[in-house]
């Protein structure tokens, strides 16, 4: 660990207002910024690997230009009966994502990748939140979408509000990942890199 490395900037490579929130949490400052990733799949790319390598490639599209830097990159997607499901972006969408997930056991995949180029650090984790999902109807659906608007989230729900009325279950190793930033992997990538935390 190189010295003084806690002292190093630390950048979350996101303009999500739910992973900013997330990481506050830990108490070290940091700067956000968009990493302006192309997030299009690469043809016949499972989920895993397409998450774990947006994660990566939204971390390094920052860390090339702050080598001195610490940086988090993330991303997460959704997989259901009908494959991949990212963020709906409208309404229509967010319908159809939540009428397929009725009834279903739903993988949120989320990647996270800290990277130092300066210091060669690059930890990544894939954290998966298994989620059932119990049968909607079209008139909770859309209550649903009208009070919570999560046209900006995977899988059109948020755990952190009402979208938790949704479900039947949930099982996950880290409690913070689904909501989009896995904390018990970001917390030990800063410990590697020489933060304190908490």
């Given amino acids: 660990m190189p010295p003084q490395s806690h002292k190093r900037k630390l950048i979350l490579a996101s303009s999500s207002p739910y992973r900013k929130l997330l990481l506050e949490r830990l108490g070290i400052p940091f700067l956000t910024a968009s990493p302006n990733t192309d997030e299009t799949p690469l043809e016949g790319e499972p989920a895993e690997r397409l998450v774990t390598r947006l994660a990566r490639a939204k971390a390094s599209a920052l860390a090339a230009g702050e080598p001195a830097s610490v940086v988090i990159g993330s991303d997460q997607l959704a997989v259901g009966p009908k494959g991949i499901a990212g963020k709906p972006g409208t309404q229509a969408n967010a319908i159809a994502q939540l009428q397929a997930f009725s009834g279903h056991t739903v993988r949120f995949l989320t990647a996270v990748c800290v990277m130092c180029h300066e210091s060669g650090l690059r930890h990544e ?10 049968r909607l109807s079209e008139a909770e659906i859309r209550r649903y979408i009208d009070l919570d608007k999560p046209l900006d989230c995977a899988g059109s729900f948020k755990s952190e509000s009402a979208g938790t009325s949704l479900l039947q279950s949930m099982i996950s190793n880290d409690p913070t990942a689904i909501v989009g930033l896995p904390l018990i992997t970001v917390s030990e990538g800063l410990r590697m890199a020489g933060f304190r935390v908490p």
Avoid: A, K
Avoid at 125 to 134: A, G, H, I, K, P
């Fill in 125 to 134: 984790d894939t954290v998966m939140t298994e989620v059932l999902f119990r």
